[in-house]
């Protein structure tokens, strides 16, 4: 511990160096995990509000809900036996205003869940999004699908899909809409041991999710340029101690020849690897965090702690393994290695 602390304070410079480099890879990584983390929210939070349990689907659909028509007979056998169980579906379409003005929404119905909001026929509940926007409770809405106006009778939070506000109506409505009495998707809890369905395919959530086309090619690019950012950080640490090392073999012979143990010389690597990597993350997360709260509404940015956590660790696995790959080279040095080098400075 004496010997990191001795180098680290002889050599400020380069340690100062590498832990700004460290700083600028972890920062980017969190702010890149928090856009890819609020862009999933914005793109699905609807179906990842879900707790626990298995989505069906019909087989036919191919793994597009869009397509998807689950027989009357097979929701209502489902439904009886699975407590908590409920059918729902989604939709992409348009509100229009009493000035014609066009909203993009996601409409949403569901036959009675706790999960979706109870709407009356007629109402219409949207994501709290869209009254940032200006749209107030009782604004009058229309929509060329259906002959009635719509109300809104209130907002809910975190009811976003496909990048777009979820507005939630009745059944009814959906039906007029859509000129079909059949939901797309079944949803059973996961306390209610579900089970195969004739003529349905069954998802989890996450694998539902990457049914979504735009929601996994999204994750995917975004999920490759964090980890490529752990990896350059493992190797700069790699790099960092190899360069060093090679410049100290004749110190760490010396030290050899005076009884100090490889091990420590391996301890005295790593304790200078976590103080660099715990004040570069220690500083990364915490103007990350502040950049989530300024950030502009938006944006969006969402960095759960789990996910935090999640980097943080391993971002010092990949640090213990940078340092410890670049440290063979002590296995290496030997005190005549030492004496060797002093003879050719002479």
Do not use: C
């Not at 026929?121 to 604004?139: A, V």
């Amino acid at each position: 511990m004496n010997l990191a602390w001795k180098e680290m304070k002889k050599s400020n410079t380069k340690f100062v160096i590498l832990g700004s480099i460290v700083f600028l890879i972890s920062l980017l990584t969190f702010i890149i995990s928090g856009l890819a983390n609020g862009l999933s929210q914005d793109n699905a939070a609807l179906i990842k509000n879900l707790p626990d349990g298995t989505i069906y689907m019909e087989t036919a659909a191919e793994e597009t809900h869009a397509l998807s028509a689950i027989d009357t007979d097979t929701e209502k056998q489902v439904l009886m036996e699975n407590d908590g169980a409920f059918a729902f579906s989604i939709q992409m379409g348009f509100l229009l205003n009493e000035q014609d003005g066009q909203q993009s929404v996601a409409f949403a119905t569901s036959t009675g869940s706790a999960e979706f909001p109870d709407v009356a026929k007629g109402d219409i509940i949207l994501d709290r999004s869209l009254e940032e926007d200006g749209i107030k409770q009782g604004d009058i809405f229309n929509n060329s699908q259906l002959e009635d106006e719509f109300t809104v009778a209130g907002f809910t939070d975190g009811a976003k899909y496909s990048h777009a506000a979820v507005a939630f109506i009745h059944p009814d409505d959906y039906a007029d809409m859509y000129r079909t009495e059949q939901m797309q998707m079944l949803f059973v809890p996961e306390t209610a041991q579900p089970r195969t369905v004739s003529g349905l395919q069954s998802f989890s959530t996450e694998e539902f999710l990457n049914t979504l086309p735009s929601y996994s090619a999204e994750q995917l690019s975004l999920s490759m340029i964090v980890w490529f950012l752990v990896v350059i950080s493992g190797m700069l640490f790699a790099i960092f101690f190899y360069m060093m090392n090679i410049q100290k073999l004749g110190l760490y012979g010396i030290l050899k020849a005076i009884g100090v143990k490889t091990g420590a010389l391996f301890r005295m690597i790593w304790t200078q690897m976590l103080v660099i990597t715990a004040i570069a993350l220690i500083l990364s997360i915490a103007i990350s965090q502040l950049f989530g709260r300024v950030a502009p509404s938006d944006m969006p940015f969402h960095l759960p702690v789990d996910a935090t956590l999640q980097l943080t660790a391993v971002f010092f696995i990949i640090g213990f393994f940078g340092a410890t790959l670049s440290g063979l080279q002590i296995r290496k040095a030997t005190p005549l290695q030492a004496i060797q080098q002093g003879e050719e400075s002479a």
